[in-house]
């Protein structure tokens, strides 16, 4: 009689355990499915926004796809490549002179060797 009210005691324990972990499995399940709902108010909005983009939006547009078309233009072709890159090199040292630790260094060199 002992032997089966521990077995009984056992089963009621194993099921115990096993409709708690489903519970945790169904609760976690919501929780993350929640995560996938988060993004539906905004969807009409962003539609909405695409359907009739602004004047300064095409422009914009339109000014990055010929970036784009420009820069495929000049990698397919190594010459006018290395010309683009000194053509922005150029520019950039003209927006920042006499910035750099190595321009520093050669000025300081230059001007003790006296070859200004």
């Avoid at 099921?15 to 969807?43: E, K, M, P, R, T």
């Avoid at 970036?67 to 010459?79: F, G, I, P, Q, R």
Wanted: net charge neutral; no cysteine.
């Amino acid at each position: 009689m002992q032997r089966i009210l521990t077995a009984i005691g056992q089963f009621v324990r194993s099921s115990l355990v096993v409709i708690a972990l489903v519970g945790l499995l169904s609760l976690s399940s919501l929780i993350i499915s929640q995560a996938s709902y988060a993004g539906d108010a905004n969807v009409p909005n962003f539609r909405a926004d695409q359907a009739n983009p602004s004047k300064a939006e095409k422009q914009s547009v339109e000014k990055r796809e010929q970036a784009y078309n420009n820069a495929t233009k000049v990698a397919k072709d190594s010459s006018a490549l290395e010309q683009e890159y000194e053509k922005n090199l150029e520019s950039y040292q003209e927006q920042q002179p006499n910035s750099g630790i190595i321009k520093g260094a050669k000025q300081l060199i230059e001007k003790v060797t006296g070859n200004d």
